[in-house]
T-cell receptor, first 114, second 115 residues
């Protein structure tokens, strides 16, 4: 049972345009959400997070939006750069319910075309 | 470098052999996690420690797998009698004690190939 779903395995975007990566979750106990970026043969790198008490968090070119009623979050990257080409993982946890380990989606491979 | 350190980075072993991976977490982090990632999948949780106590183990962690964190610092993950299905990247991560959020920081991973 996939509790965190990234339904788009891949996405191609032109350099300078906006990249939107989507993530859905099923567990209503999740209250903390994160995005990680992964290059081949490396470990995932933390990008940005959001708590369920917020609906938006911004850090430079990266913005995460959370829609709790729809159990949906998205990562916006603007403007996209070739160096953003990587696999992006959505993750969720329920720290306030005592369930600590992060649950990851299967990832979306982003290709930014120059 | 004060990040999470894992070694070896790559291991090729014959089926049936035992392998051990080591993880050194970020020094002030008292939580340490092991995940496994295979092609086309996201990281899958295996187990985690708070200091030296192993607090949770996933169903993925069969009895051939054992993890230790004897002094609450580095950790080892041992796989006994390896099988081809164990081929994966084994990821270690660490975090400070949970507060409102749980951001974990990963190491570079250890690739295991069982032939």
């Amino acid at each position: 049972d996939q509790q965190v779903k990234q339904n788009s395995p891949s996405l191609s975007v032109q350099e300078g345009r906006i990249s939107i990566l989507n993530c859905d979750y099923t567990n209503s106990m999740f209250d903390y959400f994160l995005w990680y970026k992964k290059y081949p043969a490396e470990g995932p790198t933390f990008l940005i997070s959001i708590s369920s008490i917020k609906d938006k968090n911004e850090d430079g070119r990266f913005t995460v939006f959370l829609n709790k009623s729809a159990k949906h979050l998205s990562l916006h990257i603007v403007p996209s750069q070739p160096g953003d080409s990587a696999v992006y993982f959505c993750a969720a946890s329920a720290p306030n319910s005592g369930n600590t380990p992060l649950v990851f989606g299967k990832g979306t491979r982003l290709s930014v075309i120059a | 470098d004060t990040g999470v350190s894992q070694n070896p980075r790559h291991k090729i072993t014959k089926r049936g052999q035992n392998v051990t991976f080591r993880c050194d977490p970020i020094s002030e982090h008292n939580r340490l996690y092991w995940y496994r990632q295979t092609l086309g999948q996201g990281p899958e949780f295996l187990t985690y420690f708070q200091n030296e106590a192993q607090l949770e183990k996933s169903r993925l962690l069969s009895d051939r797998f054992s993890a230790e964190r004897p002094k609450g610092s580095f950790s080892t993950l041992e796989i006994q009698r390896t099988e081809q299905g164990d081929s994966a990247m084994y990821l270690c991560a660490s975090s400070p004690t949970d507060r409102a959020g749980n951001t974990i920081y990963f190491g570079e991973g250890s690739w295991l190939t069982v032939v």
